[in-house]
């Protein structure tokens, strides 16, 4: 335990020397305060000082249940006594078999199979793969034709080549394109910034009939449609025009393609239902989940599918329909035993009602936040919301990218107990599903002081 007792000077210097972080630059890193984590208690995270912080993005969008929460922690245990993990490659493990078991128990009917990954971007890449080998084997190939994918401008599935290629954020396409593969791209849910000469809902009308446009171009040639359902997460907390996903879902199905809905920030319950597609009877073809499955506690992803798109990798070996693909932690045995845990809390506790519940809470908190002229827009799906400063409220204009508004905003709530990471000069809050009604207050009041802090003095 001796290496426990290292100082926060020491931990930063070794970081500052040895490691490269996700999403970060380093020539301000330091500058900006960076917490130096050495434990966890519930809601809060614990800094090398001793300091507590509530974590109020989840531990990025991962945490549902809290640090240290005591179900999941004996799960994991109790799993190590038995083994951590054993390959799913022509071969099964009980954690893995239980967990497919139990989360098609909570997913939309339609779905029958479940393929296991490792993180958010390659359940992404497994459904893409999958749909496109779907179509050359299906009804003899007759429709092999459907080789095109389409996401929507402004969308996030992950950092791998498959995932930003279908992804739609400038700033990380543009870099990278040489190796992506070419998609269909719709249009951006985002209405904020186009409402100079239009009203809301001419904004929304515009950006359905521009989908619809893009889609039945490309109709026959689509092999599936990648949306993240309830809210473009990454992208900057983007929400859709009510019932988007159940039109989308219908325009797919007349198109004779498939769906699949990227429920990785979005699903575990985030929406107030498992499922953010269930909070609009949305059926999909594919529906993928990681971030929260395990209860942020252990890498496990899951791409869950229909047994018609499975029976189409069915044949003789030699006829080569198997899936080929697979990772070397696939269905990790301790991930799948965090997550069965992270399931049993949904049940006990019933945390959905809750959810709805807190959702009413946090918006009427974030109401008050109104009154800041900084405060552009304030958008939020269940128990996820962005908070868009801008310059000026009137003419919707932006801060200069160079102050780095939001990340001073999100630093100054340190003061407060607070721990937040935004996106650009959007504020993101994305709480533990089972954060308290006055740690919701504490967060909007942080938030608030942070905003006054960095923009009224
Ligand atoms: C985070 C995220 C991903 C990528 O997941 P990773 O585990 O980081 O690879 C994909 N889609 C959405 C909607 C996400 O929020």
Redesign the pocket.
């Known amino acids: 335990m001796s290496d426990r007792n290292f100082s926060k000077e020491t931990l930063e210097r070794w970081d500052d020397e040895y490691v490269w972080h996700p999403f970060t630059p380093h020539s301000v890193y330091r500058d900006e305060q960076p917490l130096t984590v050495v434990a966890g208690d519930g809601h809060y995270l614990i800094d090398a000082d001793g300091r507590r912080y509530l974590d109020a993005v989840g531990s990025i969008?991962c945490n549902l249940f809290g640090h240290r929460r005591r179900e999941i922690d004996d799960a994991v245990r109790e799993q190590l006594d038995h083994i951590a993990h054993s390959t799913l490659l022509g071969n099964t493990n009980d954690r893995p078999v239980l967990l497919a078991k139990r989360l098609l128990e909570w997913a939309p009917d339609n779905l029958g199979k479940v393929f296991y990954s490792d993180?958010?971007?390659?359940s992404?890449e497994i459904a893409m793969k999958m749909a496109l080998q779907f179509w050359q084997q299906h009804d003899g190939g007759s429709q092999r034709q459907r080789t095109t994918f389409m996401g929507l401008a402004n969308a996030?599935?992950?950092?791998t080549i498959g995932?930003v290629s279908i992804g739609g954020i400038d700033l990380f396409h543009a870099r990278f394109g040489p190796m992506l593969f070419e998609a269909v791209r719709g249009p951006s849910p985002v209405t904020y910034h186009r409402l100079d000469d239009l009203t809301r809902k001419q904004a929304e009308e515009k950006f359905v009939a521009h989908f619809d446009e893009v889609l039945e171009k490309h109709a026959d040639e689509l092999a599936a449609l990648v949306i993240?359902p309830g809210m473009q997460?990454?992208g900057g907390m983007v929400t859709y025009p009510d019932g988007f996903l159940a039109h989308a879902a219908q325009k797919v199905r007349d198109a004779g393609a498939l769906l699949i809905v990227?429920e990785?920030?979005m699903g575990m319950g985030r929406s107030g239902r498992m499922f953010a597609c269930q909070r609009e009877g949305v059926d999909p073809d594919f529906l993928c989940v990681?971030?929260g499955l395990t209860g942020g506690y252990v890498?496990v992803?899951a791409t869950l599918t229909t047994n018609r798109i499975y029976e189409a990798f069915l044949g003789p070996p030699e006829e080569g329909r198997t899936f080929f693909h697979g990772h070397t932690y696939t269905g990790n045995a301790l991930g799948c035993a965090a997550a069965l845990a992270t399931l049993d809390i949904f049940e006990k506790e019933d945390v959905l009602p809750e959810v709805r519940r807190k959702e009413q809470v946090l918006a009427a908190h974030l109401e008050s936040l109104w009154d800041h002229p900084n405060v552009g827009d304030i958008r939020q799906y269940g128990l996820a919301a962005g908070v868009e400063l801008v310059a000026h409220r009137d003419t919707r204009e932006t801060f200069d990218s160079t102050r780095r508004v939001g990340m001073k905003v999100c630093s100054a709530a340190r003061d407060k107990g607070v721990f937040l990471r935004p996106l650009g000069d959007v504020i993101v809050l994305m709480p533990p599903l089972s954060i308290t009604d006055d740690e919701l207050k504490t967060l909007v009041e942080a938030i608030r002081y942070g905003i006054e802090t960095v923009l009224d003095t």
């Open positions: 969008w993180n958010g971007s390659t992404v996030y599935s992950g950092d995932a993240e997460g990454a990227d990785v920030a990681a971030k890498p992803a």
